[in-house]
């Protein structure tokens, strides 16, 4: 699959953040790199990187903003079919935005966005 075709799988997985979630993510970015960095598993399928909204408090400003990644190669190797990672993308992309509202791992299983 090209860089090009995996890119419209994360942003279509974003368009479905429904309106009401999307408008109270602040100061994030969302990267797709081939590869998770060294001190992840090779496996790993995303990465969200800063201050969940829940741990930001008035003295939260002038902060980088925060990073959510999504592993491009962990995700092609992961999936079958176009479909399956057409999901799967989803999942992650979902898994990844709901630590920016401090959703934790544990939680995250439970609802089946583990």
Known sequence: MS??????LVDEALDQIPDEL???VHNVVVLVEDEPPETQPADTLGLYDGISLTERNDMYGGHLPDRIFIFRNPLLD???SEDELRDEVRITV????????????DRLHALGYG
């Open 22 to 24: 999307a408008a109270l």
């Open 3 to 8: 860089a090009e075709r995996f890119d419209a």
């Open 94 to 105: 979902v898994h990844e935005v709901a630590h920016h509202f401090g959703i934790d791992d």
């Open 78 to 80: 992961f999936c079958r």
